[in-house]
């Protein structure tokens, strides 16, 4: 098996890898994104690469990009509130005043709602999305797995979801 280093593996994959995470973003700037992480994780991973034959790095390298769009497309979606649990800026609440009163009394909704989620779910969120903590740190500063936390999250969202739809009430 020759021996294969980044740049040639670029230039043998890159355009696959592209097309790939494109089927799935559908988005040049998030495929560009994709590609880019893919050859970085690619960089990490050279000594496995090294032992693969030509078919089974470019089903690795696929598999990565895919997986890498797929996990982008979820944190999208889920990590939208996030967004717009920052204070207005002062300008801003001079600009329109009804905008910002309804932006805080969301904001102010659903820090009630999180509130009231147990205590290991609350903290799981706010390491999550108000320190900006990523899911293995979490579990490091939990003493848990990476799956836990992901677990929790989830939950975390699903009973926040159900806390928001009924106007306030818990329901679990």
Not at 21 to 40: G, H, I
Not at 110 to 139: M, N, Q, W
Request: net charge negative; hydrophobic share 40%; charged share 30%.
């Amino acid at each position: 098996m020759p021996s294969r280093d980044i740049e040639s593996i670029y230039n043998a994959c890159s355009r696959m890898v592209y097309w790939a995470a494109y089927s799935v973003t559908r988005k040049e700037s998030d495929a560009m994104d994709a590609m880019q992480n893919t050859f970085l994780r690619a960089m990490a991973h050279m000594d496995q690469l090294q032992q693969m034959n030509d078919a089974q790095l470019k089903a690795w390298l696929y598999r990565v990009a895919v997986n890498l769009c797929k996990d982008a497309l979820r944190k999208q979606r889920w990590e939208a509130p996030a967004e717009e649990l920052p204070e207005p800026s002062v300008e801003s609440a001079y600009d329109l005043p009804e905008a910002a009163a309804v932006s805080a009394a969301e904001r102010a909704q659903i820090r009630a709602a999180i509130d009231r989620l147990p205590d290991i779910y609350r903290e799981t969120v706010l390491l999550h999305y108000f320190s900006g903590c990523d899911y293995k740190e979490i579990a490091r500063l939990m003493h848990t797995t990476e799956g836990n936390v992901k677990s929790r999250i989830s939950r975390a969202k699903q009973r926040l979801y159900s806390i928001l739809k009924e106007g306030g009430e818990d329901c679990g």
